[in-house]
Every structure is written in C-alpha cells, then in structure tokens.
C-alpha cells in the first residue's frame, strides 16, 4: 500500500521560509506518477501548489508568484517543498499527493494517495 | 486559469436521499473531472476519476457523470457515514478544485 507522510517544523516565522518533506513508502519515486503538494487553509477549500517528476520537470501554481520551490530526492525516495517570504495567509494544513495518469480508456489525471497532512502555522 | 465552481455549497439531507452535487468549469475540459471527499480533520479521499470511473474501493452508491463544463456527482442513497465536504477537481489544465459542498445528514 502507498503511504505518504509530511514532515517539518509545524511554525513558521512570518517573512520566513517554510520547508517541508514527503517520504514515500510502498511505491517508488521513480516510476511514472507526479508527486504534488497541496494545501488548505483552516476551514477553507483546497489549493494546488504544485508537482514534480522524478527527472526533476515541474509544474506550479502561478498564483505563488514563484514563491514555492519543489525537489525530489530518488535516493531517499521523497520530495520537498520549499514556500519563501510567508504570511499569515500561508497558515494552512499542508499535504503531499500522488498524482496517477488515469487508463487508456478514460484520459484523466488524480490523486490517488494522500499523506495525513501537517498544520504549519506562519506568525510573527 | 480554469475556474471550478460547485453547487450548492452545502446541503442537508436524510438517509437514504438521492443527492446530487454539480461542479462547472469556467472552460471545456472534457473529462479531466475527479471528486474527492473529505471529512473532518482528514485528507481529501477520491471517488471518481475522469468525470465518471468510481475509484477501487468507493462505494457503488456514488457516481459521477458530465462531460465539458459541467459535471455531477450522485450519491444514490445517502448513508450517514457520507456526511463530509465534496470538492471537484479539473486536471486539464494545471489543476484547480472548486469551493466545496458540505453535506448534512
């Protein structure tokens, strides 16, 4: 079974860096689905931050103005993310997906696997 | 951006209720529509993937159907344990999920 798990500091200071880890069991890294991270805010909807493959290749979510950095590590088989310059608007659950290109015969794309989620609070 | 918005945005209804949620893209995007649920103090769970394929593992009793702008998700006979937040989600461009709809037994 495919586990993900976030990891990292739950309080961020404002104008800070936020840094996350994912560490991925039961599947590796390597293979052909995306690795995504996801967040949301206290009793707010859903917002996508971004994804990364394992050659490196990513795709992000322009509302961040360039603030969110993702990576991966094959070896350990994980993947980070990096938001800089926080706000109290960053204070959110953060979670790590895993995105799986759907069957031949139904085009889609989704996250299939969720790690639990980690609360990060930004605050001066 | 593709813009998603779902409605209503909550509901309440009594077992064994047919419910119905719908989800609208501001743009085409085909069948790139998954539904997730999500309750309270958990990570979101998927049901349907590509607008209508149920997930391994999802009961029979949801179902989705749509194609282009607008979408549906069907829950056949409202369980008490499908009280949660229902959020649609387009990956036909970048990926974007609509507001939510929060459901009340």
């Known amino acids: 079974q495919v586990q993900l798990e976030e990891s990292g500091p739950g309080l961020v200071r404002s104008s800070g860096t936020l840094s996350l880890t994912c560490v991925v069991s039961?599947?590796?890294?390597?293979?052909?689905?995306?690795w995504n991270w996801v967040r949301q805010p206290p009793g707010k909807g859903l917002e996508w931050i971004g994804e990364?493959?394992?050659?490196?290749?990513?795709n992000d979510n322009p509302s961040f103005k360039s603030r969110a950095t993702i990576s991966v590590d094959k070896s350990k088989n994980q993947f980070s993310l990096t938001l800089s310059s926080v706000t109290a608007a960053d204070t959110a659950v953060y979670y790590c997906?895993?995105?799986?290109?759907?069957?031949?015969?139904?085009?889609?794309?989704?996250?299939?696997?969720w790690g639990p989620g980690i609360l990060v609070t930004a605050s001066s | 951006d593709i813009q998603m918005t779902q409605s209503p945005s909550s509901l309440s209804a009594s077992v064994g209720d047919r419910v119905t949620i719908t989800c609208r893209s501001s743009?085409?995007?085909?069948?790139?529509l998954n539904w997730y649920q999500q309750k309270p103090g958990k990570a979101p769970n998927l049901l349907i993937y590509?607008?209508?394929n149920l997930q391994s593992g999802v009961p029979s009793r949801f179902s989705g159907s749509g194609s282009g702008t607008e979408f549906t998700l069907t829950i056949a006979s409202l369980q008490p344990e499908d009280s949660a937040t229902y959020y649609c989600?387009?990956?036909?461009?970048?990926?974007?999920f609509g507001q939510g709809t929060r459901v009340e037994i």
């Open positions: 039961g599947a590796s890294i390597d293979g052909s689905s995306w």
């Open positions: 989600q387009q990956s036909y461009y970048m990926l974007t």
């Open positions: 990364i493959y394992h050659n490196g290749y990513t």
């Open positions: 743009q085409s995007i085909d069948k790139y």
């Open positions: 997906t895993r995105g799986t290109i759907g069957p031949r015969f139904s085009p889609s794309y989704y996250f299939d696997f």
């Open positions: 590509g607008a209508s």
